[in-house]
T-cell receptor, first 116, second 115 residues
Framework: EPEVTQTPSHQVTQMGQEVILRCVPI?????FYWYRQILGQKVEFLVS????????KSEIFDDQFSVERPDGSNFTLKIRSTKLEDSAMYFC??????????????FGPGTRLLVL | AQTVTQSQPEMSVQEAETVTLSCTYD???????LFWYKQPPSRQMILVIR??????QNATENRFSVNFQKAAKSFSLKISDSQLGDTAMYFC????????????FGKGTSLLVTP
């Protein structure tokens, strides 16, 4: 069964450093998403991406964040200058389209980011 | 903005019994989708069941079913014949149409299935 994959599974970085989190969505999916979950809290939407541009972003997704689909398979989330409060589990998700019946988002296993 | 409320932070059920997790939401939208996701200790988010708001019939997936009350803005999850593997955090989520398709999650209910 096709699945969303994410690398790395864990990332430790120093405050102020740049990190890139990678995701490979399900191959025939066209919509891509990033979410984060701070430990003990609910999952929060960061950004959705379609047709090589951002569809929607939340207030969390400020200028320190960017997303990119550098090739036909990868979808990345970059944090330019990490802060302590960026420590969280980051989930990538994808959906076939956003049409009725195909809107279900399938999640990857997550990348746990720890900023020291 | 839509809000999703899960009023039960923790629940416990014995194996083979039935349990219902509650979820309410607030929206002015008419067309939207509702989901229940499961997050076991491995932390991966797994889709349990989905419901389109335009459908009156409640969704069912094997042991999992929902009670969708659109007027009351309620979307509860019933787990029948609970199994130890059902132990997980359960998140209710809302998605409206035509706006980036962001999932808006509730705070979750931690379900423990005991032998």
């Amino acid at each position: 069964e096709p699945e969303v994959t994410q690398t790395p599974s864990h990332q430790v970085t120093q405050m102020g450093q740049e990190v890139i989190l990678r995701c490979v969505p399900i191959s025939n999916h066209l919509y891509f998403y990033w979410y984060r979950q701070i430990l003990g809290q609910k999952v929060e939407f960061l950004v959705s991406f379609y047709n090589n541009e951002i569809s929607e972003k939340s207030e969390i997704f400020d200028d320190q964040f960017s997303v990119e689909r550098p090739d036909g398979s990868n979808f990345t989330l970059k944090i330019r200058s990490t802060k302590l409060e960026d420590s969280a589990m980051y989930f990538c998700a994808s959906s076939e389209t956003a049409s009725m019946g195909q809107e279900t988002q399938y999640f990857g296993p997550g990348t746990r980011l720890l900023v020291l | 903005a839509q809000t999703v409320t899960q009023s039960q932070p923790e629940m416990s059920v014995q194996e083979a019994e039935t349990v219902t997790l509650s979820c309410t939401y607030d929206t002015s939208e008419n067309n939207y989708y509702l989901f229940w996701y499961k997050q076991p200790p491995s932390r991966q988010m797994i889709l349990v069941i989905r419901q389109e708001a335009y459908k009156q019939q409640n969704a069912t997936e094997n042991r999992f079913s929902v009670n969708f009350q659109k007027a009351a803005k309620s979307f509860s999850l019933k787990i029948s014949d609970s199994q130890l593997g059902d132990t997980a955090m359960y998140f209710c989520a809302f998605m409206k149409e035509y706006s980036g398709y962001a999932l808006n999650f509730g705070k979750g209910t931690s379900l423990l299935v005991t032998p």
